[in-house]
């Protein structure tokens, strides 16, 4: 088609449109591939941006509490408060390790580890709270600021790594295989969690297959079982 003419103009914007999107899909594969790689997002990486989110928890547990002008005029004791808490959580997630390997690869062990690291320094927060009084300028959440504070802070550190797993697994299977695994017992399921666990995907687990009327209107990883 000659180009001059409408349908030849309007092919033109179609082929340069599919090599554009073809260049910024490649692009967002580079990106993607750089930022999850060990030397982007390294061990303390990951346990900075988990300390962040505990003294963003911290504040919105103190707030809990207070009013507005409450919270304005004592807002640096509250920072004080809220830093000291953010240490005593780094500590307990040094010593569980939950920074440990590359957050594409949590798995339900790691963020049972974030509930127990989360659960330690929520109790150490705790019993600083009853001595604060003697630390000048420094207010620490009561024990209901405590609560507030462990749930927020461990929900987001959940959230913050099924979504970056999520978003490499989306990145990392564009030219891998759509599947399905027959059978939902023992095998069919170490199949799928191989599938799952592998970093370079060839394969997409898409559905489950079995013969168990049983297994009927079961969703497994996630996927529908068809019968």
Known sequence: IHSKTPDG?????ILILNYLT???MKLISKLSDWYFSRKTLPHWGVLMLDCFIVLFASFVGKYYELDDIGFTHSFRSIVIGALLTTLL???SFISFRTYRGIIRYSSFIDLQ???????VGAVLTGLLSF???YIPNCS??????VVVTFFISTLLMWMERVAVKRMYDNFHTDNSIPVAIYGTK?????????ISSVKDKKYTLEAFIS???????VILFGKKIYL
């Open 113 to 119: 580890r974030i509930v127990f690291a989360a659960l």
């Open 89 to 91: 959580y780094a500590i």
């Open 22 to 24: 073809y260049i910024n």
């Open 211 to 217: 013969d168990g009327m049983e297994m009927k209107d």
């Open 140 to 145: 620490v959440a009561s024990p209901h600021g």
């Open 131 to 133: 001595v604060d009084e």
């Open 9 to 13: 103009t309007l092919f033109n914007r």
């Open 186 to 194: 023992a095998g069919g399921i170490s199949l799928a969690k191989s």
